[in-house]
């Protein structure tokens, strides 16, 4: 099996377990390089540190931590830090769904898709959360996704992952399902602390439609959703066409 290079990163911060376990992992494929956020990001989607001063620190050989952002992270391993580009980039193990619209706000997914704009194939895991935190199925699907890309050499073509499972005992999963990208919202999202201090957050409602990510995770099994960066929206091009265009 061939030996390759990965590049690791998260949103969740450098000393989160989830990373330390997906390193683990992934030194059982290849060499690991590690930059990670030095401390939580999430929700920081594709956000990117612009003309800031950014700091990074050498926590040991191959790996690094950055006082910004996940996509940050990723812009300076491939562009300052590695000798060259990695087979493929792993963002997570993330602890938290990113599921439907939260692709657009996740860092974990930020950092993903700048792999892939990069031209690394890149993955962006996640488990849900239930009661402790186990990530035993989340080891043992990440391990065999891994194991059956490099198998099948689908590394040689680029491409962007979304997955998501329900952090069980791997026993409990029943098996993997390829998706498209589901729905969910937020109940009571904004909490006022005063007059002018607030918190979005709130209790958040899965919507289990048919073949979406949601409605995989949600009846135990692992939800992988291809993903891609061109958002056009087709329909309404022929339409805009006439209106504007004489």
């Given at each position: ?82 000798s060259k580009k990695p087979d493929m980039l ?157």
């Amino acid at each position: 099996m061939k030996n390759l290079t990965f590049l690791l990163v998260n949103d969740d911060g450098i000393n989160a377990k989830g990373l330390k376990l997906a390193k683990e992992i992934l030194q059982r494929f290849g060499q690991v390089f590690i930059c990670a956020p030095d401390k939580e990001k999430s929700g920081s989607s594709h956000s990117i540190s612009l003309r800031k001063e950014i700091k990074i620190k050498e926590i040991k050989n191959n790996i690094y931590t950055v006082n910004g952002t996940p996509v940050d992270c990723v812009i300076i391993a491939i562009e300052a830090l590695m000798s060259k580009k990695p087979d493929m980039l792993v963002s997570g193990i993330n602890y938290g769904f990113n599921l439907g619209e939260d692709t657009l706000y996740s860092g974990t997914l930020g950092a993903a898709r700048e792999g892939y704009l990069y031209g690394v194939p890149s993955i962006a895991f996640s488990v849900g959360p239930l009661n402790t935190p186990c990530f035993d199925a989340g080891k043992y699907y990440l391990e065999r996704i891994i194991k059956r890309i490099i198998e099948k050499k689908a590394y040689k073509k680029n491409f962007l992952l979304n997955i998501n499972l329900l952090d069980l005992k791997k026993e409990e999963i029943k098996g993997i399902k390829i998706t498209k990208l589901g729905k969910r919202h937020y109940i009571n999202p904004i909490e006022r602390i005063n007059e002018y201090t607030f918190k979005i957050g709130g209790k958040l409602t899965l919507i289990p439609e048919k073949d979406t990510d949601v409605k995989a995770v949600l009846d135990k099994y692992v939800s992988i959703t291809p993903l891609k960066l061109d958002t056009t929206d087709l329909s309404k091009f022929k339409k805009l066409k006439e209106l504007f265009i004489d």
